[in-house]
């Protein structure tokens, strides 16, 4: 079992593509579009973060990077710039696609936090900064993302900014102090060793949540998606669009801020990322099933976009920056 949760936390996006493809097939041949995706989304909420906030060390942060500098700069791109270019593409290349508009939406809206870290430390950046950032922001989803979203998506739906902002705080807040309270139960009771031994395999436990949201929202839109499949392409063009925008900036802000690649590299992948897990299970207790499936698609796209930008662009920007 520990061996499955390792092999999921390094193949998640080959569990995703596996789990789309299941639940395209089974949603074609099964009816799923009467499912009730908030008591589901309820469920694999608590299974991605409370995990994924036992293992995330909140209270290291006071003795991590002190870059305000960055800090300040990341955050900015990774709620206000990121919403702006989530805007204009949800206004060009989505246009008159309302349910996908509203995807890219959540993405610039609600950013990156605990693989933050994770990133970070792949890809020989600054890890204590990125301690920093994904700490604080996650801590202001709750309170700056109900507004971005009201704002940018209000267009295509009518928004309750009040639920999604309670939504949020209940997602994040829950697990966050539940995490707190059980990673110091395991050390007082286990001791710190034990703790650091086992805590590679939260994240395989969290990606299970991430999984059984994929499935169900995938299967419940799987008839309409199978005969429209220009909405892949348009899922693809959006993010895709929207990634490269994000890393253009980005590393032209670093440039001119003259940060060193450490640095620079948080900066980067900050302003690209997002969170997979809090807009994939906002979506699915709120948001249309079409919007909930683009969401789905991410996972994929999102590591395989990282992924270059670490391997394939990572010596490129260690000689620029």
């Known amino acids: 079992m520990l061996h499955i949760l390792m092999n999921i936390k390094k193949r998640l996006y080959v569990y995703v593509a596996i789990v789309f493809a299941i639940g395209m097939i089974v949603g074609y041949l099964v009816d799923f579009a009467h499912i009730n995706m908030m008591f589901i989304s309820a469920i694999a909420v608590f299974v991605m973060l409370y995990p994924m906030l036992t293992g995330m060390e909140i209270e290291k942060v006071r003795n991590a990077g002190h870059n305000f500098k960055l800090i300040i700069t990341t ?14 593409i949800s206004r060009t290349i989505l246009i008159g696609y309302n349910d996908l508009a509203l995807a890219i939406v959540l993405v610039g809206a609600i950013p990156c936090s605990n693989m933050l870290i994770g990133w970070s430390g792949i890809a020989d950046a600054s890890v204590p900064d990125a301690l920093v950032i994904a700490v604080i922001g996650l801590i202001l ?14 267009v295509f739906v009518k928004v309750n900014t009040m639920k999604i902002a309670i939504i949020l705080l209940v997602y994040i807040m829950v697990p966050m102090i539940l995490g707190l309270v059980t990673r110091k139960a395991i050390i007082k009771k286990k001791g710190k060793n034990y703790f ?20 169900f929202s995938v299967a419940k839109v799987a008839r309409i998606v199978i005969f429209y499949p220009e909405i892949f392409l348009l899922v693809i063009t959006g993010l895709f669009t929207y990634y490269m925008i994000q890393t253009l900036l980005s590393v032209l802000t670093a440039k001119i801020l003259r940060f060193k690649y450490p640095q620079a590299m948080v900066l980067i992948l900050g302003a690209t990322a997002s969170s997979q897990a809090i807009s994939l299970s906002l979506a699915a207790a709120v948001f249309p099933a079409l919007t909930v499936f683009a969401l789905s698609f991410k996972p994929i796209l999102q590591v395989l976009y990282i992924l270059i930008l670490i391997y394939a662009m990572g010596p490129w920007l260690k000689r620029i920056l």
Not at 75 to 88: E, K, M
């Open 141 to 154: 989803i709750p309170i700056i993302s109900p507004v971005l979203i009201s704002m940018n998506g209000d």
């Open 196 to 215: 650091m031994t086992n805590k590679k395999y939260l994240p395989g436990i969290s990606a299970i949540g991430v999984l059984i949201i994929v499935f």
């Open 75 to 88: 955050l900015i791109f990774s709620y206000f710039i990121a919403s702006v270019t989530a805007f204009i």
